[in-house]
């Protein structure tokens, strides 16, 4: 029976000192230093009872513990020890005990610095950071968001952090976004491995004090799904505070209405693939529109701002259209109204505010008749439907749409509309014959549509060869037509410009230009909502002659005052020379108003202006 005890004191024992064991780095140097003072204490009693001689020539006890502590942790002491050979061999015994108890304790320290090194590489510490702006998600659109925040925050919250929460190696993430923006140094950059579709995940880039979210949509088939996930978490969240506000991308309509339930009421949702319809319907009866967005979008140049407009109250719209020096007025945000371009009699009320294009809001102070058209649509993928659908209601009655791709979109074709009429050819958009044949000459605008059922990069490369096609045949016409085409990669627009086509409409850069836009300012979905809605006022690029007499030198002011008569408010112009050349392609936004301008007939006045 005490035989039995004694075995499971042992394993008790063994089972406590197992525990203590796997409490770290902190255990294990506790252990060695109860270790070293045991050692130390040992010799200590040895050296006083063997060698009374020694032991009085050494100090004491007082001494003996200090020489045996000095030899537990300098070997090299030793050295210059005399004495009788019991005292010699017991220094010896304390300096060999330390060499293992030092070595170990290296050791230890080693092995838990690395351990530490290595979890702070895997991106899993805890955020303590007030103010800054988390992106949830990683795909390429990540590196123009947080290229666009730089950016925007240059010159106002100084170092202002952005923080990317993703399911990849932080490493990796840190040295991706160093190499490909270049900005990333005016902020600083955090980056977090973790799931934002786990709640514990997000609890490390510190939401509660955030100022805003953005949510992108990753790559893949499920992309919405994510998305969808992601705000049930942030909507579900006890949030300490006032949420921040949260920005987020939906790449599939269909999914919206599921989006908006999930994110709640305060969330601000894109539809990405209703505004890429709209973009391409529109651009394609105006090049360069996607130009003028981007502009728009991107803080580079001027951007829209909403400036209080106390100081104009009891004026009207009108009288406004000149009242900022370094300022373009398009419209007038009320309590609960937006309004785009208003008729130039609107009052300006107490409590108003201008929608004012701007290149900073520190620097804010005080047509021909309608025909029918004829439209070739190159090529199918999944907006396609929606974009003809869209189209009907831009176009005169009795305009005409042709389909051009491998296969009949028969249920496209045969639907009833109310303005266009749809027919189908059938096309091989890389092949030459195959264009050829489709009678190019009878168009007014032809509309070359990304193929989605192949790899992005693969499917640029082949709208690149339809567009050098295209622009050969459209030079032996006499150019009859606009081109108007779709591109996965902002990239590959840079390659594209050989082309020469009208206008490029880069689907992912749009999107997270106007995804950043409302992250930094959530009262603008109203202005963006509105210039891409039909029924209301539309950003429009008018003929210069319809404003100034070609050729002969003026001002931006007198371009303002021209549209105003219009009932019209002029933002800017484009130079038709220049229309190939990035980074703007022809395009100046918010221009001095009193530096001489002279605009020729192929130029361009940008307004926001009734359909």
């Given at each position: 029976?005490?035989?039995?005890?004694?075995?499971?004191?042992?394993?008790?024992?063994?089972?406590?000192?197992?525990?203590?064991?796997?409490?770290?780095?902190?255990?294990?140097?506790?252990?060695?230093?109860?270790?070293?003072?045991?050692?130390?204490?040992?010799?200590?009693?040895?050296?006083?009872?063997?060698?009374?001689?020694?032991?009085?020539?050494?100090?004491?006890?007082?001494?003996?513990?200090?020489?045996?502590?000095?030899?537990?942790?300098?070997?090299?002491?030793?050295?210059?020890?005399?004495?009788?050979?019991?005292?010699?061999?017991?220094?010896?015994?304390?300096?060999?005990?330390?060499?293992?108890?030092?070595?170990?304790?290296?050791?230890?320290?080693?092995?838990?610095?690395?351990?530490?090194?290595?979890?702070?590489?895997?991106?899993?510490?805890?955020?303590?950071?007030?103010?800054?702006?988390?992106?949830?998600?990683?795909?390429?659109?990540?590196?123009?968001?947080?290229?666009?925040?730089?950016?925007?925050?240059?010159?106002?919250?100084?170092?202002?952090?952005?923080?990317?929460?993703?399911?990849?190696?932080?490493?990796?993430?840190?040295?991706?976004?160093?190499?490909?923006?270049?900005?990333?140094?005016?902020?600083?950059?955090?980056?977090?491995?973790?799931?934002?579709?786990?709640?514990?995940?997000?609890?490390?880039?510190?939401?509660?004090?955030?100022?805003?979210?953005?949510?992108?949509?990753?790559?893949?088939?499920?992309?919405?799904?994510?998305?969808?996930?992601?705000?049930?978490?942030?909507?579900?969240?006890?949030?300490?505070?006032?949420?921040?506000?949260?920005?987020?991308?939906?790449?599939?309509?269909?999914?919206?209405?599921?989006?908006?339930?999930?994110?709640?009421?305060?969330?601000?949702?894109?539809?990405?693939?209703?505004?890429?319809?709209?973009?391409?319907?529109?651009?394609?009866?105006?090049?360069?529109?996607?130009?003028?967005?981007?502009?728009?979008?991107?803080?580079?140049?001027?951007?829209?701002?909403?400036?209080?407009?106390?100081?104009?109250?009891?004026?009207?719209?009108?009288?406004?259209?000149?009242?900022?020096?370094l300022g373009v007025p398009v419209g007038v945000h009320k309590p609960g109204q937006m309004l785009l371009n208003p008729s130039t009699d609107t009052p300006i009320e107490t409590g108003d505010k201008l929608v004012v294009l701007a290149e900073d809001d520190l620097l804010i102070k005080i047509a021909d008749s309608p025909a029918p058209d004829r439209t070739l649509l190159i090529g199918w993928n999944a907006r396609a439907t929606k974009i003809i659908d869209l189209l009907d209601r831009f176009v005169e009655p009795g305009s005409r749409l042709d389909i051009a791709a491998p296969v009949e979109p028969t249920a496209a074709v045969q639907a009833a509309r109310a303005n266009l009429t749809v027919g189908y050819k059938a096309c091989e958009p890389t092949t030459r014959a195959s264009l050829?044949?489709?009678?190019?000459?009878?168009?007014?605008?032809?509309?070359?549509?990304?193929?989605?059922?192949?790899?992005?990069?693969?499917?640029?490369?082949?709208?690149?060869?339809?567009?050098?096609?295209?622009?050969?045949?459209?030079?032996?016409?006499?150019?009859?037509?606009?081109?108007?085409?779709?591109?996965?990669?902002?990239?590959?627009?840079?390659?594209?410009?050989?082309?020469?086509?009208?206008?490029?409409?880069?689907?992912?850069?749009?999107?997270?230009?106007?995804?950043?836009?409302?992250?930094?300012?959530?009262?603008?979905?109203?202005?963006?909502?509105?210039?891409?809605?039909?029924?209301?006022?539309?950003?429009?690029?008018?003929?210069?002659?319809?404003?100034?007499?070609?050729?002969?030198?003026?001002?931006?002011?007198?371009?303002?005052?021209?549209?105003?008569?219009?009932?019209?408010?002029?933002?800017?112009?484009?130079?038709?020379?220049?229309?190939?050349?990035?980074?703007?392609?022809?395009?100046?936004?918010?221009?001095?108003?009193?530096?001489?301008?002279?605009?020729?007939?192929?130029?361009?006045?940008?307004?926001?202006?009734?359909?």
């Amino acid at each position: 029976m005490a035989a039995v005890r004694r075995i499971r004191w042992r394993q008790r024992l063994r089972y406590w000192f197992d525990g203590t064991m796997d409490r770290g780095t902190p255990a294990l140097i506790g252990w060695l230093g109860l270790a070293s003072v045991g050692l130390i204490a040992v010799v200590t009693v040895l050296v006083v009872v063997l060698t009374n001689s020694d032991t009085e020539a050494s100090g004491g006890w007082g001494g003996v513990a200090w020489m045996s502590l000095l030899r537990t942790l300098d070997p090299g002491t030793m050295g210059s020890d005399t004495g009788r050979p019991v005292f010699l061999g017991l220094m010896l015994t304390v300096t060999i005990g330390g060499i293992f108890i030092v070595s170990a304790l290296i050791g230890v320290l080693t092995t838990g610095l690395d351990n530490r090194i290595s979890q702070l590489r895997k991106g899993k510490s805890q955020l303590i950071e007030t103010g800054h702006t988390i992106v949830l998600g990683w795909s390429d659109e990540v590196f123009t968001v947080i290229g666009e925040l730089a950016r925007a925050n240059q010159g106002h919250r100084r170092r202002a952090c952005v923080v990317v929460l993703a399911d990849q190696d932080k490493v990796d993430m840190e040295d991706r976004i160093r190499a490909r923006i270049a900005e990333a140094g005016s902020i600083r950059v955090i980056c977090r491995s973790g799931s934002p579709l786990k709640r514990a995940d997000l609890e490390l880039v510190s939401p509660d004090t955030a100022r805003a979210i953005l949510v992108l949509p990753p790559t893949g088939p499920e992309a919405d799904i994510d998305v969808i996930k992601t705000l049930l978490l942030l909507n579900n969240r006890q949030w300490d505070k006032t949420r921040p506000h949260v920005v987020a991308a939906v790449l599939d309509s269909d999914n919206l209405a599921a989006a908006r339930l999930a994110a709640g009421d305060d969330a601000l949702l894109v539809d990405a693939d209703d505004i890429m319809v709209r973009l391409v319907v529109q651009s394609h009866r105006q090049a360069g529109l996607s130009a003028v967005c981007i502009d728009l979008l991107d803080f580079a140049g001027s951007e829209f701002y909403l400036a209080p407009a106390a100081r104009l109250a009891g004026s009207s719209y009108g009288e406004a259209l000149n009242a900022y020096s370094l300022g373009v007025p398009v419209g007038v945000h009320k309590p609960g109204q937006m309004l785009l371009n208003p008729s130039t009699d609107t009052p300006i009320e107490t409590g108003d505010k201008l929608v004012v294009l701007a290149e900073d809001d520190l620097l804010i102070k005080i047509a021909d008749s309608p025909a029918p058209d004829r439209t070739l649509l190159i090529g199918w993928n999944a907006r396609a439907t929606k974009i003809i659908d869209l189209l009907d209601r831009f176009v005169e009655p009795g305009s005409r749409l042709d389909i051009a791709a491998p296969v009949e979109p028969t249920a496209a074709v045969q639907a009833a509309r109310a303005n266009l009429t749809v027919g189908y050819k059938a096309c091989e958009p890389t092949t030459r014959a195959s264009l050829e044949a489709l009678g190019l000459g009878m168009y007014q605008h032809v509309v070359v549509l990304a193929d989605d059922r192949i790899d992005p990069d693969h499917a640029d490369d082949r709208t690149l060869v339809t567009l050098l096609h295209l622009r050969d045949i459209e030079v032996r016409l006499g150019d009859p037509f606009s081109i108007v085409t779709e591109m996965y990669d902002d990239n590959n627009r840079q390659v594209a410009q050989v082309t020469k086509a009208d206008d490029f409409i880069v689907s992912s850069k749009l999107i997270s230009l106007l995804l950043t836009q409302l992250a930094e300012n959530r009262h603008l979905q109203a202005v963006f909502g509105d210039l891409f809605d039909p029924a209301g006022s539309e950003i429009y690029l008018k003929s210069a002659g319809d404003y100034l007499v070609p050729a002969m030198e003026a001002n931006f002011a007198t371009v303002i005052e021209s549209a105003r008569r219009q009932g019209h408010s002029a933002i800017g112009y484009r130079v038709h020379s220049r229309s190939d050349l990035a980074p703007g392609y022809g395009v100046v936004l918010n221009p001095p108003k009193l530096e001489p301008l002279t605009l020729g007939p192929d130029d361009n006045v940008i307004v926001v202006a009734p359909a």
